[in-house]
């Protein structure tokens, strides 16, 4: 267990039946609890830790602050009352919950969807993961002391919203993408705007590079720390970026194209240290790619055409028994939506399949043993969870 | 007939005089006629009496107020046009057993006669106040036949299912 | 790790320092991006009160609130929108029927009462009301179907030669189509004369339950056959999806529940009357649809009703003035079957004043419901119109219904412009058709196109077949032969063109243009001008005895004339419309039966 | 899938294989012979990735359907293995021991429908829901609507009205 720090104390002893012996009563241990009050910027949950000293011998992950039975609320709603509250199940990149509700709602109904709203959604993904990235590297940052990136990247993150704003109607919770289609095409003169706010991000993404990158500090407090040894990947469910930190080039959009993907030319991003340093560095790279398939999609994409399809009446709708998955790349990994329908007007059952049940919760869990205190926030940004997406 | 006497007046005053004169003689008529027409037709003649009983308030208040010629002036400026609809159809003669079309037929040939005896004398005077009076009183009784003309049409001309 | 550069680096950080902050100063009173979605508006004009919002709303936020008295087409229902709850997504407005819910951009309010988020838009006046950005859907609805799908008809060439009915009815798939268009409103209900539960019997379509929606269509009328064919369907006129796209295909959809139930089945859910016979009779006089339904409930009630029919056979005018290719003979039947079924005896060939008299009636029975439907042509009775050749419409409909010989020559005149005067020229037409092999019919109206009174596809579908429409043309005379051997006979119709028929108040302010003078050379003039009833068979007494309004016989909102024997209803009373005449029918009953049921008390 | 569905065929109970896109097939499999086909989707065939593990309430058969969601990232191939099991004795068999991610997803079910999970690391510790008492919430029959009007207080000053009956009380009361 202690895996990666191996020069630590010898405590807890390990009792006959392989499990720690702790009790609390000898006063060597103590539990901590690590949030939930943001501990880093990683959302309401938190991690209770038994430490010894500084050294963290056991860590479990608690969550519910958030729940408020999306999923169950979704079997309620009719198929068009769900899609305004998919969106809520995830803040900072909440556009992955519109498109993949959308599209499974599109596939068992036997909707097509117009071309070019397929370019507007996957512009919309892509800049709902340059916010979420945004908030990444001001995470990542922040956790490790680094305050000011985080206050630039919310800055930037602002200037996006403003985008999303003038093209969906809304900062956050856009509900643009909705059955059929999206809601309407770019704004005159969307492109102009959107490239002057890649221009200020890059000019403050060269900052990031001086400030957090080529950073003493930095390098020592993420380098070698919170390896994930890549042969855990699989039986514990890691994708994204954590996964491609690792050598492993995980990335729905380039396995499994969808939307158009497949007409952008891009290399996705691979590190290979597998810890702090690498998940955070190829989240930059990542970020940097999105930028450029942001400016691929206005180039490329058609404009001016019809952006949605007529529906049946919303109001009682249904759609014929049957089950899909659809997934996407999040910026944290593959976020899918399981929709099970019944022949009904409602949702039988809608799963969504975040990437952070995996990585914030088991994964989380091993990683934590051996760690120090100070090293936890970072470890738990590092991974770039989001609570909701656990507990939906 | 009416054009013979009314030739003959010096004052408007007389003029308008004779002319309620003519109504309430009309008006006579009409009541006379209500009960000899079937039951479910009397609202016909009934608003026939009526509108000549209106008629002659009018015509008493207008002699009676002080800026006369300036209603009859304020009239003139807007005249009725004749609308011909009826032409075709009216009878000078009440047919016997009358049904709604036919006391419609009668009261517009009555109405016609009227106007075009008053649009003759407004002709055959020269401008001034018996000019207008004259004027006025055609005009007058132009309205009228557009509301019969109206009701014509609601009766007569229903459309069909 | 560890190189001069790690730790230089970093302190460019601090050229930020001095860069302008980039935090607004007073964030009440930005401005939003032009389809932001802010608090909404409404047009309070433009909104019906449909409450589709509020059935959309995922959140519950919405409430119809009454801010005005209902009217045709509108509930009088205002959405109130309740802050709190709402989630600013928009599906309100995507969804709206009318497109008058829109969304301003303004988002920032500030104000300490919680209750000052809770109002209705367009009636609580608010700041943002007329802004012109803010978000509304582009182009139509997209949330529910635009259009109907076409109905399958007989081509021109395949119909103008027989009666036989044009219109297909809808297939199981157009009419689950159909039906899913239809967002539940019920602002039809209140339109239709018989108060039809449209919704409800739309909904049965969707979920294929034949049973049920006759049963609903039963409820309140017994005449869904006939109505799903010829109903003048007023409810579509004020139908929510009207105003963006069509309006729902109400009657179409009608007809297509009773053309998917058998007729034994139809008697099955239907059934016969459960009460035990009350010993009362019921007399009506007339078995057009007023008089049948009224027989209909009457005899569910457990009287015995006797209809007295002057015609060979029932009907009224479903039968005798409705052509059979808009109303075949056998759909009429199977309605009236249902009827007969529930032990209503219909005496056709009775005629009241010849064969019996009302004061029979009176005399014999416990009631008497008058339905006699507008059985006389009006005539123009411009010079010529009594010649030989001159014809009433609805004289010879009757008598092609009839199967008696009607003269059919090559040129033929219609004078009217509404339904009855496209009836009797696409029925001529077609004998024409059968007797030469073409068509010479020419129909001349006051109306123009504008004001047309006959419905717009009988418009259509007559020129299709072949006949001519004039518009806008007055009669003046019937020209009639003045020498030879034909003399006397009708040579022809000379009208004036009409140049304006109505003011701008709707007002009729005919004007002719004397120059433009046709004369259309026919050897027959029908005229389809109007048609009244024919109340010579109340005798003068009862003509006397009877309260009257202007023309027609007085009855008050029960359909009871002055006469407390006597009840009064359909054409007759209210003017020609079939669903009509069912609504009054129903409201007779319902009286006779108040009636007859305090008489049997005050036997006892 | 198709070729992968027909070879598993002659040793496994395969049923009701649904083709659902080229990249997404679900098959109904049995509860014994679960472990074993799971085991050799992940070492014999690429299946390495365990998409998901989740529940659906089939209150009216009385089943509940797990479905098992594995992914082939090579082939690019994602198969939904759904298990139906007795929804009054609602229990299945844990598979932390072949992805640890997995006793997450159990003690999630657990908690939501009320699936026992025999074995799986705390299984029976509170998850999402903390002091919970009610039916496990994710069942069918638990009326979210309910739970919370007994649970909150609207706040005053709600009513709506139906278009059809505000129409037909001012319009046609006694019709």
């Known amino acids: 267990m202690f895996s990666f720090q191996p020069d630590r104390s010898q405590y807890p002893d390990v009792g006959p039946d392989g499990k720690f012996e702790i009790d609390l009563e000898t006063g060597k241990f103590l539990k901590l609890w690590h949030g939930p009050n943001h501990p880093g910027i990683t959302g309401n949950m938190s991690v209770e830790l038994t430490v010894n000293g500084d050294e963290v011998v056991e860590g479990y992950t608690h969550v519910g602050y958030l729940h408020r039975g999306f999923e169950k609320l979704m079997e309620r709603r009719t198929f068009i009352q769900v899609f305004p509250i998919v969106c809520r199940v995830c803040v900072p990149e909440p556009d992955f919950n519109e498109y993949c509700y959308a599209a499974a709602v599109e596939e068992l109904a036997g909707i097509e969807v117009p071309e070019e709203a397929n370019w507007i959604r996957t512009l919309i993904l892509e800049m709902g993961r340059f916010n979420s990235y945004m908030m990444a590297m001001g995470g990542i940052a922040g956790a490790l002391g680094n305050g000011v990136i985080g206050q630039w990247m919310t800055y930037v993150r602002d200037l996006m919203l403003d985008r999303f704003e003038e093209l969906t109607g809304a900062r956050i919770y856009h509900m643009f993408i909705l059955p059929g289609g999206v809601r309407a095409g770019l704004p005159e003169g969307f492109e102009a705007r959107m490239e002057e706010v890649l221009q200020t991000a890059e000019r403050y993404l060269d900052d990031v590079e001086k400030v957090l990158f080529t950073n003493a500090v930095f390098k ?13 990947f699989e039986s514990y469910g890691v994708t994204g970026p954590n996964a491609r930190a690792g050598g492993v080039a995980k990335d729905v959009r380039k396995d499994s194209p969808y939307l158009v993907y497949d007409q952008l030319s891009f290399e996705v991003p691979v590190e290979q240290d597998s810890d702090i340093w690498a998940r955070s560095i190829v989240r930059y790279r990542d970020l940097r790619l999105t930028i450029d398939l942001i400016r691929q999609i206005l180039a490329k994409m058609p404009k001016g055409g019809e952006v949605m399809t007529s529906l049946p009446n919303v109001l009682h709708w249904k759609i014929p028994r049957g089950e899909t998955y659809i997934k996407g790349e999040s910026s944290r990994g593959e976020y899918g939506y399981y929709l099970v329908t019944d022949g009904s007007g409602y949702p039988r059952r809608v799963n969504v399949r975040g990437p952070s049940y995996t990585h914030a919760m088991a994964l989380l869990e091993h990683l934590i043993p051996g760690t120090n205190i100070a090293d936890v926030a970072a470890l738990m940004v590092s991974l770039h969870t989001y609570p909701p997406e656990i507990e939906r | 007939m009416k054009r013979e006497a009314l030739s003959k007046l010096t004052t408007v005053e007389e ?96 109405v016609q006669l009227a106007i075009e005896e008053y649009a003759d004398l407004a002709a055959n005077t020269p401008p001034g106040p018996f000019h207008e009076v004259f004027s006025y009183l055609a005009n007058e009784e132009s309205k009228h036949k557009s509301d019969l003309e109206a009701l014509y049409y609601e009766i007569v001309h229903s459309g069909g299912v | 790790m560890g190189s001069l550069r790690d730790v230089l680096s970093p302190f460019t950080a601090w050229k930020h320092v001095i860069e302008t902050p980039v935090t607004i100063k007073n964030p009440i009173g930005r401005e939003a991006a032009d389809r932001y979605r802010g608090f909404h508006q409404n047009d309070t004009d433009k909104c019906i009160g449909c409450g589709s919002c509020e059935d959309i709303c995922q959140n519950a936020a919405i409430d119809m609130i009454p801010v005005d008295n209902p009217k045709d087409g509108d509930s009088g229902l205002r959405p109130q929108i309740d802050y709190g709850r709402c989630c600013w997504c928009a599906l309100c407005v995507d969804v709206c029927m009318t497109g008058s819910l829109t969304m301003s951009n303004e988002y920032t309010w500030v104000d300490s009462d919680p209750d000052a988020f809770r109002f209705i838009p367009g009636v609580d006046k608010m700041p943002w009301d007329d802004f012109e950005k803010g978000y509304e859907r582009q182009g139509d609805r997209m949330l529910s179907g635009l259009t109907r799908p076409e109905m399958a008809e007989l081509e021109p060439e395949a119909r103008i030669g027989n009666f036989d009915e044009i219109v297909a009815g809808y297939s199981r798939e157009q ?74 295909a109400i009657r179409w959809l009608k007809r297509h529940i009773i053309d998917n139930v058998s007729e034994e089945r139809r008697l099955e859910i239907v059934g016969t009357p459960q009460v035990l016979p009350t010993g009362q009779k019921v007399a009506v ?165 504008d004001h047309f009174l006959a419905d717009k596809e009988e418009v259509t579908e007559s ?22 051997k034909r003399k006397g006979h009708v040579k022809g119709l000379r009208t004036w063109k009409v140049t304006s028929i109505f003011d701008e108040q709707g007002r009729f302010t005919p004007q002719y243009d004397e120059g433009d003078e046709m004369v259309h050379e026919v050897e027959m003039v029908v005229e389809a001008i109007g048609q009244m009833a024919d109340i010579s068979l109340l005798g003068d007494e009862l003509t006397e005895a009877l309260e009257w309004n202007r023309g027609r016989i007085a009855v008050d909102a029960d359909g009871h004339t002055s006469e407390p024997w006597l009840w009064g209803g359909g054409d007759a009373v209210h003017g020609p419309d079939v669903i009509h005449a069912v609504a009054d029918g129903h409201k007779i009953a319902a009286s006779v039966n108040v009636a007859l049921m305090a008489k049997a008390e005050a036997e006892k | 899938m198709r070729d992968l569905i027909e070879k598993l065929t002659p040793r496994y109970t395969l049923g009701n294989a649904t083709y659902q896109r080229a990249d997404l097939t679900f098959v109904d499999v049995t509860r014994d012979e679960l472990r074993a086909l799971l085991l050799e989707l992940r070492d014999k065939e690429g ?31 994602t198969l939904g293995l759904r298990l139906y099991i007795d929804r009054n004795d609602a229990e299945g068999d844990t598979i932390h021991d072949i992805w640890p991610t997995a006793a997450t997803y159990q003690r999630e079910l657990r908690e939501m429908f009320g699936i026992a999970f025999p074995g799986s690391p705390r299984v029976d510790e509170e998850f999402i829901l903390e002091g919970w008492t009610d039916m496990p919430p994710y069942r069918r029959d638990f009326d979210t609507l309910a739970y919370s009007q007994q649970t909150y207080v609207e706040r005053e000053g709600r009513e709506t009205h139906d278009p059809r009956a505000t129409m037909k009380h001012k319009m046609y009361p006694e019709g």
């Not at chain 3, 007969?340 to 019996?356: C, F, L, P, S």
């Not at chain 3, 299709?464 to 003045?482: M, S």
């Not at chain 4, 659906?56 to 992914?71: A, C, P, R, S």
């Open chain 2, 15 to 110: 003029v308008l005089e004779l002319v309620a004169e003519f109504d309430r003689e009309a008006h006579g008529f009409y009541v006379e006629l209500i009960p000899q027409v079937s039951k479910s037709i009397r609202y016909i003649v009934e608003d026939l009496a009526l509108t000549r009983l209106e008629h002659i308030r009018k015509i008493s208040a207008l002699a009676k107020s002080d800026d006369m010629r300036d209603h009859l002036k304020d009239a003139i400026m807007r005249p009725e046009a004749d609308r011909k609809f009826s032409d075709a159809v009216q009878t000078p003669e009440l047919m016997e057993n009358p049904d709604d079309q036919g006391v419609l037929q009668f009261a517009l040939a009555r």
């Open chain 3, 463 to 484: 020129f299709e077949e072949g006949i001519e429409i004039l518009d806008a043309r007055g009669p003046q005379e019937i020209v009639t032969f003045k020498s030879g």
């Open chain 3, 175 to 248: 009419a689950v189509l159909e039906a899913d268009r239809c967002v539940e409103c019920g602002l039809c209900v209140a339109t239709c004369p018989a108060h039809m539960d449209i919704p409800d019997y739309i909904a049965a379509i969707r979920e294929g339950d034949y049973d049920l929606g006759t049963q609903i269509l039963y409820e309140t009328n017994p005449f869904s056959e006939v109505c799903g064919r010829v109903c003048t369907h007023k409810c579509e006129t004020v139908c929510a999806a009207q105003y963006e796209g069509e309006p729902i």
């Open chain 1, 220 to 232: 020592k407090r993420t380098k070698g720390v919170g390896y994930i040894d890549p042969k855990l």
């Open chain 4, 47 to 77: 299946f390495t990735h365990l998409v998901l593990l989740t529940a659906v309430d089939w209150i009216e058969e009385g089943k509940f359907q797990l479905t098992y969601m594995i992914n082939n990232r090579e082939a690019d191939q």
């Open chain 3, 285 to 449: 006089v007339g078995a057009g649809p007023a008089g049948l339904t009224a027989a209909y409930d009457l005899a569910r009630s457990g009287h015995a009703v006797t209809v007295f029919e002057a015609q060979d056979k029932p009907g009224g005018m479903m039968r005798y003035g409705i052509p059979e290719y808009r109303l075949p003979y056998d759909a009429l039947d199977r309605d009236i079957a249902v009827i007969k079924a529930q032990g209503v005896e219909i005496k056709t060939g009775t005629r009241i004043g010849t064969d019996i008299t009302l004061d029979q009636l009176k005399a014999d029975y416990d009631a008497t419901v008058l339905s006699i439907g507008l059985h006389l042509g009006r005539s123009t009775r411009v010079p010529g119109s009594d010649a030989p050749g001159v014809e009433a419409a609805i004289d010879l409909l009757r008598r092609i219904t009839a199967g008696e010989e009607v003269p059919v020559p090559k040129k033929v005149a219609v004078i009217g412009g509404g339904n009855v005067a496209m009836d009797i020229a696409r029925s001529m037409a077609r004998l024409q058709k059968q007797k030469f092999g073409e068509v010479g019919v020419t129909v001349t109206a006051l109306e123009d196109f």
